[in-house]
């Protein structure tokens, strides 16, 4: 295997996408997150605003929406194929990090992919929720808004691909955030190196 794009899934609090951005900067390489709203506006006609409310909303059945006759997709099914074009787009050009998006379906046909997870113990995410974020409130209740986010893109996730995500087998390299962010950035550059 010879990795060119990096393409990292994380689970909400786990900081995930500083070690995305860390790993990028030290390979030299692009890196894609937000970006992706503002390309895909773009690509689609779309405002940023739509692709933002609408990048992790899933809508009824896509394939019924492809195939039926009515003459528009519904918002959430254009914000996923504009973002799934400029995915595609954006590794044709070349090494990259790409942060979620189910980008690692989108190119899963792409040679040189490397899947990232990044996870962490619920105590870990409370903590960088608190610390990072801002957040407040009891453990409880910042283990429900943790878990309704990460079921939110698990939701998605799993309607567009198919796939269970988290799943190891849909991934190459799974990084515990609790084991420190530069112990993270490492081995991803570790395995990135590796497979090159």
């Known amino acids: 295997m010879s990795a060119s794009i990096i393409v990292l899934s994380r689970q909400v609090c786990t900081g995930g996408c500083d070690v995305g951005k860390k790993a990028a900067a030290a390979l030299g390489i692009p890196y894609y997150d937000k970006e992706l709203i503002s390309m895909a506006a773009r690509e689609s006609g779309l405002s940023e605003q739509a692709v933002a409310a609408n990048e992790q909303r899933r ?33 044709q050009e070349g090494p990259c990090v790409i942060v979620g998006r189910c980008a690692d379906y989108v190119l899963r046909d792409h040679p040189g992919l490397l899947r990232v997870m990044v996870h962490a113990p619920m105590e870990f995410r409370r903590q960088y929720a608190r610390d990072i974020l801002g957040w407040t409130g009891e453990d409880k209740e910042m283990d429900t808004r943790i878990y309704k986010q990460d079921k939110a893109r698990a939701s998605y996730y799993e309607y567009y691909t198919q796939n269970r995500w988290g799943d190891v087998r849909h991934c190459d390299l799974a990084l515990n955030a609790a084991l420190g962010e530069e112990a ?10 590796a497979a090159k």
């Open 59 to 91: 809508t009824g059945s896509l394939l019924y929406s492809l195939y039926s006759m009515t003459a528009e997709l519904p918002l959430g099914d254009q914000v996923f194929l504009a973002q799934s074009q400029v995915i595609r787009k954006l590794a």
């Open 184 to 193: 993270c950035v490492q081995a991803l550059l570790a395995a990135y190196k």
